[in-house]
Each structure stands twice: as structure tokens, then as C-alpha cells.
Antibody, heavy 119, light 108 residues
């Protein structure tokens, strides 16, 4: 059974960069066949897809965030990461990492990590 | 962007009764639609994919239907553990996933 776990700072200052890592167990990212995504949920709000990365490094992101999003993958550590630059209070959210087959739904999710943007 | 609209925002149903949740897409998504259940403090859990296929371990009381722009999730006989928030998601424009705003299913 695949498991995902997010990690990173719970507090980020405005205008700084939010950096999170998702550690994957039970499935090697390097095997391919799945896309690894970031999704966020702002307080009391719905879900917003941020970006994905494939083991090869191929990525895509939500146009509304594209200019501030950078995702990377480290297959040797079986991890992938999210960097979101120039954050504001509007980026305060629970951030989830998730897995999905190509052209399909997100079938496994991490537990999520709350990131608060505040000075 | 495909906008997903769920109704109602909140649904009050008694245990043992049937609940029907609706999801509408702003343009056709064919059958590329999933449903998730989210309980407080937990991540979303995949329930239904491809409109009507149950994910592994999902009880048979959960069923999905629809195509194009209109979809429903039906829970045939509500159990106490079913009271949660439910989200629909389209992946027709993969990977530009979009989600509905959610329906809160509460005990009547």
C-alpha cells in the first residue's frame, strides 16, 4: 500500500518561499506510471490542484499559480517537492501531496500539512 | 477552466435514509469524474472514479451515476460514518483537475 507524507515548515513569512516535501513509501516513484501532485485546501474552502511532477521531471501546474510554482523530484530519496514563491496570507492552507494515474483521479493522498503565512 | 458546482451545500439526512448529492460541470467531462469523502482533519478519500466505479474497499451503498455535465452520488442507507463532506472532481481536462465546492452531509 502506497503511503505519502508531507513535511516542511508550518509557518512562512509573507513574500518568502513555501517549501514542502512529500515522502513516498510502498511504491518507487522511479517505476513510472503515476503522476505526483500537490493539492491545497484553504481554511473552510474546497480543494485546489497546484501541480504535478512525473519521475522524469515532466511537470505541469495550475495556470493561476504557474508563475510562482516549482516542483521537483528526487527519485533516489523517493520524494518530490513543492516550492511556492512570494507567498501571501492567501496561501495559508493545508497542503496535500497525492498520487494519480495518467488521465485519472487522485487515488492516494498524504495526511496534509498546515502552512500558515504570517509575519 | 471547467467549473464544478455541487448542490446542495448542506444536506440533512437521517441515518438509514438515502442521500443523493449532485454535481454539475460547466462543460462536458464525459465520464471523467470522481467523488471524494473528507472527514474533519483527514485527507480526501477516493470513493468513486470514472463516474460509477467504486474504489477499493468502498461499500456498495455508495454509487455514482451520470455523464456529460450532470452527476450524482447516492448513498443508499446512511451509516453514522458517512456523515462528512463530499467533493466531486473532473479529470477530463487532465491534469487541470478542478473540484466542486463540496456538499456537507449532516445528521438530521
Amino acid at each position: 500500500q502506497v503511503q505519502l507524507q508531507e513535511s516542511g515548515p508550518g509557518l512562512v513569512r509573507p513574500s518568502q518561499t513555501l517549501s514542502l516535501t512529500c515522502s513516498v513509501s510502498g511504491a518507487p516513484i522511479s517505476r513510472g506510471g503515476f503522476y505526483w501532485s500537490w493539492v491545497r485546501q484553504r481554511p473552510g474552502k474546497g480543494l485546489e490542484w497546484i501541480a504535478y511532477i512525473y519521475y522524469s521531471g515532466n511537470t505541469d501546474s495550475n495556470p493561476s499559480l504557474q508563475s510562482r510554482v516549482f516542483v521537483s523530484v528526487d527519485t533516489s530519496r523517493n520524494q518530490f517537492s513543492l516550492n511556492l514563491t512570494s507567498v501571501t496570507a492567501a496561501d495559508t492552507a493545508v497542503y496535500y501531496c497525492a498520487r494519480g494515474p495518467p488521465y485519472r483521479e487522485l487515488d492516494f493522498w498524504g495526511q496534509g500539512t498546515l502552512v500558515t503565512v504570517s509575519s | 477552466e471547467i467549473v464544478m458546482t455541487q448542490s446542495p451545500a448542506t444536506l440533512s439526512v437521517s441515518p438509514g435514509d438515502r442521500a443523493t448529492l449532485s454535481c454539475r460541470a460547466s462543460q462536458t467531462v464525459s465520464t471523467n469524474l470522481a467523488w471524494y469523502q473528507q472527514k474533519l482533519g483527514q485527507p480526501p478519500r477516493l470513493l468513486i472514479y470514472a463516474t460509477s466505479a467504486r474504489a477499493t474497499g468502498v461499500p456498495v451503498r455508495f454509487s455514482g451515476a451520470g455523464s456529460g455535465t450532470e452527476f450524482t452520488l447516492t448513498i443508499s442507507s446512511l451509516q453514522s460514518e458517512d456523515f462528512a463532506v463530499y467533493y466531486c472532481q473532473q479529470y477530463h481536462k487532465w491534469p487541470q483537475y478542478t473540484f466542486g465546492q463540496g456538499t456537507r452531509l449532516e445528521i438530521k
